[in-house]
């Protein structure tokens, strides 16, 4: 069954940093990874869709990459600003979505 | 991205009651959703997946004759949960897309079982 992990669980970053998330999964066998946000109680809005074929994906201040065969991918965000913080969770899928626990960061002005 | 709406935003309801949660496609057409239930700090729980005019299909302990999956059209599916108790109390979301291409969440619904 595919796992799918997010290091760190948590991030504290001063406003202006450029800031890594990871996600790691088991099963190399993904049609596409999609990473998203998510505020708190809200639903998910997505931010990059990454598809098996390429190696990454860039919105504006966002960058994500992915390496199939060694199972990772990165979020990539530069310049943080308070309004990104959130909960960011990837998911990975193959038969069906598999989630990561998310990451959560907060932005200190 | 396509948008998805979902209603009601919030319910709260007593045990034993039955509450209906409506997912729809505001802007394009899918025939497959997924409906997913999330509990505090932690991540995504797939429940079932739909196909528009058949059978849901469920995820290894989520039970079916509980929630209740209509797939009615290719912009509307409902789940129904049946007879509420305070366990069942948790974000839903739901989503439409493919696993080969983006998904497309909902907004969420917030159930409280009293």
């Known amino acids: 069954k595919q796992e799918v992990t997010q290091i760190p669980a948590a991030l504290s970053v001063p406003e202006g940093e450029n800031l890594v998330l990871n996600c790691s999964f088991t099963d190399s066998a993904i049609y596409n990874l999609q990473w998203f946000r998510q505020d708190p109680g809200k639903g998910l809005t997505s931010l990059l869709l990454i598809q098996s074929s390429q190696r990454e994906q860039t919105s504006g201040r966002l960058n994500a990459s992915l390496d199939k065969s060694s199972g990772r991918s990165t979020l990539y965000i530069a310049a943080s600003q308070p309004g990104d913080s959130a909960t960011y969770l990837c998911?990975?899928?193959?038969?069906?979505?598999?989630f990561g626990t998310g990451t959560s960061l907060t932005v200190i002005p | 991205g396509a948008v998805v709406s979902q209603h009601p935003s919030r319910v709260i309801c007593k045990s034993g009651t039955s509450v209906k949660i409506e997912c729809r496609s505001l802007?394009?057409?899918?025939?497959?959703m997924f409906w997913y239930r999330q509990f505090p700090k932690k991540s995504l729980m797939l429940m079932a997946t739909?196909?528009?005019?058949?059978?849901?299909?469920?995820e290894q302990g989520v039970e079916k004759d509980k929630f209740l999956i209509n797939h009615a059209s290719l912009t509307l599916s409902t789940l129904t949960v049946t007879s509420a108790h305070p366990e069942d109390s948790s974000f839903y979301i739901c989503?439409?897309?493919?696993?080969?291409?983006?998904?497309?969440f909902g907004p969420g619904t917030r159930l409280t079982v009293l």
């Open positions: 998911a990975v899928s193959g038969n069906q979505f598999y």
């Open positions: 739909s196909n528009e005019g058949s059978k849901a299909t469920y």
């Open positions: 802007d394009f057409q899918a025939t497959t």
């Open positions: 989503s439409f897309g493919t696993v080969y291409n983006e998904q497309f």
